[in-house]
């Protein structure tokens, strides 16, 4: 049913314009060319970037302005049809590697203002922009229908298309553009989507969404550009969407290919082997449930002092979530860690108030009582000593905490009494077959 109502959407296009190029080699950050689009007249160009727009109009925030001094004038207004909507990403473009890392600056003659406003926003649209052959993209006119355009740097074409039937809200826009210009599931990440809901008709304020494809939702999200009401000015100019494709330049994440993910997984020890039975009744505890598996996760984490690779597989195979995502949600949060860690846990608070009364006197304290270095476990297992930034006790200060209890206004003299207290909490466990937590 959603193949064919798709469908049903493109058999409703009809192209205004279709207009080929070449692709555009990148020389320093720079293309060295810009598009423009009228959508008045239906009209694209490209048009040259001059070594006087790089030496005095550096960066995305600095093209989109020089942009938009060609198109205006004193009598122009938010709502003139020569108002430029200008998306550039600088010669600095970023990466795609993460949505909020390749930022597009974004500028138009305020609805709010009455004068020139500029906003960045993160996700895909910048980088993929550069990647098509273009330093920025300049917006003009006013069409008399709802229109997308379709920028394809894959097969070098760029379409200005009428399109009456898909959504105006962009949650459902962004979904239905995806699913039709993407070629297969995994050719979804390749897809970013730039549109404006259907509140931008009614207030002066609305916001621009640009997509990207969220690997591990398996649904487009969003960032947005939310200065100025340069989504009212869209909408304005009924442009549904501007859709751009691009290829191979979003990687499939994998966790073997991945740096971060390499030098995470090589802390975790091979020596040491889970409880998995104790493992497998803590996941069943859950249900197997996917929406638990934090909650599953901080209970392996309490039962086996940390997450070790076994319990990370176990937890894939029996609730269907990826180990990527696992190993992502155990790096995220500070309370999990990927490699044993001591039966208590001393934690030594090194925030500006603590450090300014002295923090970094008794953290060098107790590597010398415990003959190990932050962040490492003595050899027997029973200590793990870290530095924290900051513990939320600056009134009290400098805290140390301890097995999950706060010792505050703490003394270089007082670390072989908090050493000695907490190993006879770790005695009297023992003693009483108790499991003592970190």
Not at 159 to 169: F, G, Q, Y
């Amino acid at each position: 049913m959603a193949d064919a109502r798709i469908d049903s959407m493109i058999e409703a296009h009809e192209v205004l314009t279709r207009f080929g190029y070449d692709h555009g080699e990148l020389h320093r950050g720079y293309t060295d060319r810009t598009l423009r689009i009228d959508i008045s007249t239906n009209s694209i160009e490209i048009r040259p970037v001059t070594q006087q727009m790089k030496d005095l109009w550096i960066g995305g925030k600095g093209f989109d302005l020089w942009l938009m001094f060609q198109e205006i004038n004193a009598q122009t207004k938010w709502d003139s049809p020569q108002n430029p909507i200008s998306f550039s990403s600088g010669p600095l473009g970023g990466t795609t590697s993460f949505p909020g890392s390749g930022k597009t600056l974004v500028t138009a003659i305020s609805p709010l203002t009455a004068s020139v406003m500029d906003c960045n926003v993160g996700g895909h649209f910048g980088p993929f922009l550069k990647f098509a052959g273009f330093d920025a993209l300049t917006i003009v006119g006013k069409a008399k229908d709802e229109i997308i355009i379709y920028i394809d740097a894959v097969n070098r074409k760029i379409t200005i298309e009428k399109a009456p039937l898909e959504s105006v809200d962009s949650h459902l826009l962004a979904e239905e553009l995806t699913e039709m210009y993407a070629d297969d599931e995994m050719d979804k990440r390749n897809i970013a989507v730039v549109s404006s809901g259907r509140g931008a008709e009614h207030i002066r304020m609305g916001l621009l969404n640009f997509s990207f494809w969220d690997w591990r939702r398996q649904t487009a999200r969003f960032k947005q550009a939310g200065r100025g009401g340069i989504g009212t000015v869209f909408r304005n100019k009924k442009i549904k969407a501007v859709v751009i494709k691009n290829k191979e330049i979003i990687r499939p994440w994998n966790i073997a290919e991945n740096k971060v993910a390499r030098r995470i997984t090589s802390q975790i020890c091979p020596s040491q082997k889970t409880d998995a039975p104790q493992v497998r009744e803590i996941i069943a505890k859950w249900n197997n449930d996917p929406e638990y598996v934090i909650e599953a996760m901080q209970d392996i984490q309490g039962s086996q002092r940390y997450i070790s690779k076994q319990a990370i597989e176990q937890l894939s195979l029996a609730t269907g979530v990826s180990k990527a995502q696992l190993y992502h949600i155990a790096t995220f949060y500070k309370a999990f860690s990927l490699k044993p860690i001591g039966r208590i846990l001393i934690e030594v608070c090194v925030g500006t108030t603590c450090h300014v009364k002295g923090a970094a006197k008794i953290l060098d304290s107790f590597e010398r009582a415990l003959g190990i270095e932050r962040g490492e476990t003595t050899q027997d297992d029973n200590f793990t000593l870290e530095a924290v930034a900051c513990l939320g006790c600056c009134s009290i200060a400098p805290v140390v905490r301890v097995a999950g209890e706060i010792i505050n206004n703490v003394k270089s003299r007082d670390v072989p009494r908090i050493i000695e207290d907490a190993f006879n909490r770790i005695s009297r466990d023992d003693k009483e077959g108790r499991t003592c937590h970190v």
